[in-house]
């Protein structure tokens, strides 16, 4: 049938869900459906980026159809994932923006504008009302337990999507909103899956990594019985020698649920699964008795008393190494894995909090969480998704990479921007020199906001000229561990509705849609596109010339904020002999604003003088380091002539903490 303008619900069948977009309760069965429904937008996946870009189409004034293989709606955003990692707060415009905004009004109250301020943490049953009140008023039917089976094809257009009960999706335009890249997979589009080596985009953190981060803070036995190597490896242990830094591989970060906690009265206590095993746990066991005192998961606070709780530690809730076949895996072997992760997940929590052999003060800390009895309703408290972090990646005309996230190149197709750290969760336990590891955790903050490209949303044109991927878009492992953020994923979904609603006004390939008329819409539509100020000269530490340095600096990465790769810091030694000149070039003579940049945190010096080298004088300004890390702080404006006269030197006389130099930059004024 066709899917009319007005109409508000779509019917389903044959165990697929119905949406009845503004109900109280949207996302329940019903009966049945039509066996065909021709939308101008057909989204496979009703991720957070899938009902944005349902969303937008409607809002474009043409027909979009959401079409979802699990029962859930919402993707991350409404499973649990309350604490949204965000980056640059400033970086989310559009739909995403609103949607965040309308989380605000949601607990705040007053009226919705487009200066509202943006929330980002919230509970998941305010993240499902706001989105069904977005998918109300849009008119969009959101079709759920619905998996896809098939395609139909004319050449290299998807004509129909077919699923499992035999219903059929046509359309003009399609787009796989879904964590695992299922419908770009069907349409045969290039994807990979794992992590490149650094060699294949000359990267640097990328493929193997064994770092400090959730890692293994005391020595910890690999074996079964303790010393003996024929016992075998405990569970989740690979057996597979450590490979080179940098080099690539079949695997993935870690998934976990993202559990909604709460300490109030009513909570429900963590049972003991059924398939409970002990030995999952001996690691965490062994880490504790040997001196780990926690943390063993995180508490972040949304409201209403609850947290978005995630992993934290050597052993926590990410299930290490037991994912690696989810991307590619049919459903049945998929739901084998994700029950695989919901026993070891239970089992943790209630063998921290039960097991006798555990000191009292861990089983009492975690006794005093439990399960919300107002979340997850059908699901007894717990979240009805597995965070799927990473699964299969496209591979387009644009790939994304280190170099994107750091600022080293900068796609000039810009459709939204990024801004998060490059964060991967580990990836596998390992034995080295006799002691059990953990290998793949990454974090590593970028710059400032990057520009995510057109074309690593749509595939070549040859492979699928009606397609449109904003989730598992292209980008290399680590790129793709900054983008992959549910308000990233809002932005792309917003632009790739807006996109194929170009594409069907012009007749044309996806890949043949003008960029500047596209970005111009979705600048229209409160989108941000760009970041920086034109003309502005930027300063790091790491450049190859214009830094002066006296006595004796360190270079380090270990708190977030910086520019560039790195920052240095003092060591809090060699007070006034310590410092570090950055002498600029500047193109021309006036008047340039300084700004300056640094790593915040406790043991920081809070009078850190600063001289301010200008035309006709110097200026000393004193700033403190413990407060306003990784933003640009301005100094003041001064007159330069151009060239390097100028410059900008850190000091580090009598100052009562460590001495940062990271970045400044020069804004014409």
Same mark, same amino acid.
């Given at each position: ?37 021709? !939308? ?185 019985? !303790? ?11 690979? !057996? ?430």
């Amino acid at each position: 049938m066709s899917l009319p303008l007005s109409r508000r619900r779509l019917l389903t069948a044959g165990g697929a869900g119905l949406v009845l977009a503004g109900l109280a309760d949207p996302f329940r069965a019903g009966p049945a459906r039509a066996a065909v429904t021709t !939308a101008d937008l057909v989204v496979y996946g009703a991720t957070s980026g899938g009902l944005a870009a349902a969303i937008t189409m409607r809002r474009l004034g043409r027909t979009a159809v959401v079409i979802e293989p699990t029962s859930h709606v919402g993707g991350l955003s409404t499973a649990g994932l309350g604490a949204t990692d965000t980056g640059v707060q400033a970086s989310i415009g559009g739909l995403a923006a609103e949607f965040y905004r309308r989380v605000y009004v949601r607990y705040h109250g007053g009226t919705l504008t487009p200066t509202s301020p943006l929330r980002m943490t919230f509970e998941p049953h305010i993240a499902a009302q706001v989105f069904a009140e977005m998918l109300a008023e849009a008119g969009v039917p959101v079709v759920v337990g619905a998996r896809l089976s098939s395609l139909g094809r004319t050449g290299n257009r998807i004509t129909e999507l077919r699923t499992e009960d035999g219903s059929v999706y046509a359309g003009g335009m399609f787009v796989d909103a879904t964590y695992e890249g299922d419908l770009l997979a069907m349409a045969g589009v290039g994807f990979t899956v794992g992590r490149e080596s650094n060699d294949t985009y000359g990267e640097t953190i990328n493929g193997v990594q064994s770092g400090n981060t959730h890692q293994f803070v005391y020595p910890v036995d690999p074996y079964v019985t !303790a010393g003996s190597p024929a016992s075998g490896l405990l569970p989740g242990i690979s !057996a597979t020698p450590l490979a080179p830094r940098g080099s690539g591989d079949d695997r993935i970060q870690a998934y976990c649920f993202r559990m909604c906690l709460t300490q109030a009265a009513n909570r429900i206590p963590f049972a003991k699964p059924s398939g409970y095993d002990p030995i999952r746990y001996e690691l965490l066991l062994r880490h504790i008795q040997a001196g780990y005192t926690g943390p063993y998961f995180t508490t972040h606070s949304i409201g209403g008393g609850k947290t978005d709780s995630n992993n934290n530690g050597a052993v926590s809730t990410d299930h290490i190494g037991l994912n690696h076949a989810y991307p590619t895996a049919s459903w049945a072997v998929r739901e084998s894995i994700i029950a695989d992760h919901r026993t070891y997940q239970q089992g943790l929590m209630w063998f921290l909090a039960n097991d006798p052999r555990l000191p009292a003060t861990v089983r009492d800390s975690t006794a005093r969480w439990g399960l919300p009895v107002d979340e997850f309703t059908t699901t007894g408290g717990w979240p009805p998704l597995l965070y799927i972090r990473e699964a299969r990646r496209m591979v387009s005309a644009y790939v994304m990479t280190e170099a994107d996230c750091r600022g080293r190149v900068r796609a000039t197709d810009s459709v939204g921007l990024a801004s998060y750290t490059m964060d991967s969760h580990n990836c596998q336990r390992v034995v080295v020199d006799g002691w059990v590891r953990n290998e793949g955790d990454v974090q590593i903050s970028v710059p400032q906001p990057y520009p995510v490209s057109y074309r690593a949303i749509v595939p070549h044109q040859n492979q699928c000229a009606n397609l449109l991927v904003p989730v598992c878009l292209s980008a290399s492992h680590i790129a793709y561990g900054s983008i992959r953020m549910e308000p990233v994923f809002m932005i792309l979904g917003q632009a790739a509705a807006t996109a194929a609603a170009l594409a069907l006004t012009g007749n044309l390939a996806v890949q043949a849609v003008s960029v500047p008329a596209l970005q111009a819409r979705l600048r229209q539509d409160g989108g941000v596109l760009d970041w920086g100020t034109p003309g502005e000269v930027i300063l790091d530490n790491a450049s190859a010339s214009g830094i002066t340095r006296a006595g004796t600096w360190v270079r380090s990465s270990d708190v977030g904020g910086y520019h560039g790769v790195d920052y240095e810091h003092d060591g809090n030694t060699a007070k006034g002999v310590n410092r570090l000149r950055f002498r600029p070039t500047l193109p021309t003579s006036g008047s340039w604003t300084v700004h300056l940049r640094w790593t915040a945190h406790p043991n920081r010096a809070t009078n850190v003088p600063v001289d301010i080298a200008y035309s006709g004088g110097v200026t000393t300004r004193t700033v403190d380091q413990r407060q306003s890390g990784g933003q640009w702080v301005p100094l003041g404006t001064y007159p330069f002539t151009a060239g390097s006269d100028g410059s900008v030197l850190i000091r580090t006389e009598d100052t009562d903490g460590y001495v940062v130099a990271d970045a400044v930059r020069f804004l014409p004024a």
